[in-house]
């Protein structure tokens, strides 16, 4: 779909497009925070060690910022007809997030 509008300014195009932009930025995010839970050494760290690693109320706060992220392409779709199916995607990945914020909030905060 995204193809066949690439060189256009219609609104369909610059629907997609955002959606393009907040896919690319989703996964950057979502790549930094796999790589600090790869990091992730747990809470059993001792004081004595010199340790680099992300502090847990990282992690939560990194599931979190890919979800603001994601946000705008689902708005841009909503009255986007022939949209169905990257609905249903958003959809799937916003289930994902939830369930990711969800697995991770023992660790917040707040």
Known sequence: ???????????????????????????????????????????????????????NFELPECVDEANEVWGYCGLALLHMPGAEALVKEGDDLQMLMDLSIALLSPYRLD
């Open 1 to 55: 779909m995204l193809h066949n509008t690439k060189n256009s300014t219609s609104t369909t195009a610059r629907r997609l497009r955002i959606c393009e932009l907040d896919y690319t930025a989703t996964a950057g995010v979502l790549n930094f925070c796999d790589a600090l839970m790869r990091d992730y050494e747990g809470d059993k760290r001792s004081e004595a060690e010199d340790n680099d690693g992300p502090l």
